[in-house]
């Protein structure tokens, strides 16, 4: 019974362990004492392993429940994939292996399941290198900070990731623009864009489906 509650509420208890990790990531940076100066790469490992289990679980509970279905769907895991069904172009050279026992199955929680997770993780390291090659050349991060940027790309998920990134630009400028006119006769003080992406943060976790409906 208690596996069946897990499966059936899965995605709930996803969202609420990545909010909690956000809340942590949230205290190590505005009372980094609270939390001990825990390593921004605990949150990331943390972040990963809750995808890693949720893709896991998932997969294992989509196995059973056709497993121990009825006729139909004990087709669905011993079929290969058909060879009309598509394929994204880049997974094209794979098509052999989705044409064997299991192929259906296979194609069928990777396309529902892992190409997000996927998806997340290829993004999320890409946009870090870039910033990484810019902190080397240009500077301008907090300790740190590209780290904390790591962790909430991965805590908002996807497609959170795909609004996490240009909303945190865009606050950061305008946040920018208000310091900068706030500040003219002065010195302006070191301005940068990680507390732009920790606010942006609970919208692209909670409302990035809602923002993407809308474009």
Do not use: C, D, H
Request: net charge positive; aromatic share 20%; charged share 10%.
């Amino acid at each position: 019974m208690s596996l069946i509650f897990v499966f059936n509420n899965i995605n709930t208890i996803l969202m609420t362990g990545l909010a909690v990790l956000a809340i942590l990531v949230a205290m190590r940076f505005l009372r980094p004492l609270s939390v001990k100066n825990i390593s921004y790469w605990w949150f990331v490992g943390i972040a990963v392993a809750l995808y890693l289990f949720y893709g896991a679980f998932v997969t294992w509970g989509q196995y059973y429940v056709w497993a121990n279905g009825n006729e139909l769907t004990k087709v669905f895991i011993s079929a290969p994939l058909p060879q009309e069904a598509p394929l994204p172009v880049i997974l094209e050279w794979s098509r052999s292996s989705f044409e064997q026992p299991l192929g259906y199955f296979t194609y069928y929680v990777f396309g529902r399941i892992w190409l997000n997770i996927t998806i997340l993780f290829i993004v999320s390291l890409l946009f870090y290198s870039i910033l990484k090659l810019w902190s080397f050349y240009k500077g301008g991060f907090l300790p740190n900070g590209l780290e904390m940027i790591l962790a909430l790309l991965l805590v908002v998920g996807y497609p959170g990731v795909l609004i996490l990134i240009p909303l945190g630009f865009i606050l950061a400028i305008i946040w920018f623009g208000v310091i900068y006119f706030k500040n003219r006769t002065t010195v302006q003080p070191p301005m940068y864009i990680e507390p732009a992406f920790l606010i942006a943060t609970p919208i692209a976790l909670f409302f990035a489906k809602t923002f993407l409906n809308y474009l």
